[in-house]
Nanobody, 113 residues
Framework: VQVVESGGGLVQPGGSLRLSCAASGFTFSNFGMSWVRQAAGKRLECVADIRGNAAKTYYTDSVKGRFTISRDNAKNTGYLQMNNLNTEDTAVYYC???????WGQGTQVTVSS
């Protein structure tokens, strides 16, 4: 089983990034997927999640209207499109699936001028 995030980096406030989550070794479409972030010194926070069939999504209030979660089950890949980023979005972002059993290694997102 592998869950691998990519797409993080350094971006200026107001910029955009698209995170990807490549899953393998299990039936990705059978499970919901979440993006969870952790800023330095803070608790884990689920910012978005999506059902296995993409029928329903959830966003935490601070990212509503700016972030979009999606998935392509044919490619076993999930995404997090992040727009209008601000410094409060700086964190390590993890892709989590199979009801919290599988986590990726995380990808750093830094929003700074």
């Amino acid at each position: 089983v592998q869950v691998v995030e990519s797409g993080g980096g350094l971006v200026q406030p107001g910029g955009s990034l698209r995170l990807s989550c490549a899953a393998s070794g299990f039936t990705f479409s059978n499970f919901g997927m979440s993006w969870v972030r952790q800023a330095a010194g803070k608790r884990l926070e689920c910012v978005a999640d999506i059902r296995g069939n993409a029928a329903k999504t959830y966003y935490t209030d601070s990212v509503k209207g700016r972030f979009t979660i999606s998935r392509d089950n044919a490619k076993n890949t999930g995404y997090l499109q992040m727009n209008n980023l601000n410094t409060e979005d700086t964190a390590v972002y993890y892709c989590v699936t199979r009801q919290g059993k599988y986590w990726g290694q995380g990808t750093q997102v830094t929003v700074s001028s």
